[in-house]
């Protein structure tokens, strides 16, 4: 365990062994079990700001993508933080993604292996379905996004907004880029989320 401001390392899946510097339980969690770290409530204050750094290397010597690692990653926090989660679905205010009014401007591309590049100040997916967009586009506009469109195809999307802390860019805001590039459009509602409820977690792990 640690307490310092250094930056959080993992490795690079697929990996032989699972390796995170100075990170929090609350990431760790998140990685565990495939949910935003946001989603995490009911959780003590130093499950953010508590580090720690942890080793942990699976039988055998195949690595592992990130996804075969979540429930080691889940068993390991059972057994040493003796953490206890559930699922809980609630309503939240976000966002309703539908079809504006003229129609999609959607490009069509082959199904395929859904690879999204995050960037500043846009999304870029070769190949991705419109319920995988909704999800990308939950953090820049800071809320859940559901898809209520309907549409059961793949595209290709090079979407571009402004950053949210640009007020000065050239580019338009995210609603206006969803609207104008891809003929949809962000409605507010209240939606359903998944959260993940922390019903006990220990500060101190114990030993191997």
């Given at each position: 365990m640690v307490n310092s401001d250094a930056m959080t390392i993992f490795p690079d899946f697929p990996a032989p062994q699972f390796v995170a510097e100075n990170i929090s339980l609350t990431l760790l969690i998140a990685i565990a079990y495939n949910m935003s770290d946001d989603r995490i409530v009911d959780k003590p204050s130093w499950l953010d700001s508590t580090l720690y750094t942890v080793r942990a290397k699976p039988e055998g010597e195949a690595a592992l993508t990130e996804k075969?690692?979540?429930?080691?990653?889940?068993?390991f926090l059972r057994r040493r933080f003796h953490l206890a989660v559930?699922?809980?679905?609630?309503?939240?205010?976000?966002?309703e993604l539908v079809v504006a009014k003229g129609g999609p401007k959607l490009q069509t591309a082959p199904k395929g292996d859904a690879m999204a590049y995050i960037l500043s100040n846009g999304l870029q997916c070769p190949s991705v379905s419109i319920g995988t967009l909704a999800?990308?586009?939950?953090?820049?506009?800071?809320h859940p996004v559901v898809d209520r469109t309907g549409l059961t195809g793949t595209y290709k999307l090079d979407l571009k907004f402004a950053p949210n802390?640009?007020?000065?860019?050239?580019?338009?805001?995210?609603?206006?880029?969803?609207?104008?590039?891809?003929?949809?459009?962000?409605?507010?509602?209240k939606v359903p989320a998944e959260f993940l409820v922390i019903d006990h977690v220990d500060k101190t792990p114990t030993e191997n």
């Amino acid at each position: 365990m640690v307490n310092s401001d250094a930056m959080t390392i993992f490795p690079d899946f697929p990996a032989p062994q699972f390796v995170a510097e100075n990170i929090s339980l609350t990431l760790l969690i998140a990685i565990a079990y495939n949910m935003s770290d946001d989603r995490i409530v009911d959780k003590p204050s130093w499950l953010d700001s508590t580090l720690y750094t942890v080793r942990a290397k699976p039988e055998g010597e195949a690595a592992l993508t990130e996804k075969q690692y979540q429930p080691l990653l889940q068993d390991f926090l059972r057994r040493r933080f003796h953490l206890a989660v559930h699922r809980e679905t609630r309503q939240v205010s976000g966002y309703e993604l539908v079809v504006a009014k003229g129609g999609p401007k959607l490009q069509t591309a082959p199904k395929g292996d859904a690879m999204a590049y995050i960037l500043s100040n846009g999304l870029q997916c070769p190949s991705v379905s419109i319920g995988t967009l909704a999800s990308l586009l939950a953090r820049p506009v800071g809320h859940p996004v559901v898809d209520r469109t309907g549409l059961t195809g793949t595209y290709k999307l090079d979407l571009k907004f402004a950053p949210n802390n640009v007020p000065d860019s050239d580019l338009p805001d995210i609603f206006t880029a969803v609207q104008e590039q891809l003929g949809l459009k962000l409605e507010a509602k209240k939606v359903p989320a998944e959260f993940l409820v922390i019903d006990h977690v220990d500060k101190t792990p114990t030993e191997n």
